[in-house]
């Protein structure tokens, strides 16, 4: 009589007296996590555990963290410009004050960091 894991298709393979299932998870498909899904995947452990193992155990961890990282990258540049439109930092003020530019530009940066972070990595 089949085990109900055989009759879904499911194999055992001997180690000593013991047969264990065969199960592995599912392959992903190879993409780049940055920054963002770095920081997403260290939250989901923290805060959402019951989602970061359901991701995990379902195969689909990595395909979600390199969307998050997409999604981030994009939400970062289009506020960057943004912002540094609405503030009137320009390529003139780079050539007449680098320094005043290189400020405003750390300013910016922070700004639109800090509404990526709470938009897509802890949203």
Not at 27 to 42: F, K, L, M, T
Not at 91 to 110: C, F, Q, S, T, Y
Request: aromatic share 8%.
């Amino acid at each position: 009589m089949k085990s109900p894991f055989e009759q879904l298709g499911g194999t055992y393979t001997r180690q000593g007296d013991y047969c264990l299932p065969d199960v592995c998870l599912p392959p992903e498909e190879e993409r780049p996590i940055g920054i963002y899904g770095q920081r997403r995947r260290v939250y989901l452990k923290a805060h959402h555990r019951v989602l970061y193992y359901n991701l995990l155990t379902a195969g689909v961890l990595d395909g979600h963290l390199a969307d998050i990282e997409e999604q981030a990258q994009e939400l970062f540049l289009r506020l960057v410009k943004q912002y540094a439109d609405t503030e009137g930092v320009t390529e003139a003020l780079k050539a007449d004050d680098p320094m005043a530019w290189v400020r405003k530009m750390n300013g910016i940066r922070h700004r639109a960091n800090e509404a990526v972070m709470q938009e897509i990595v802890y949203g």
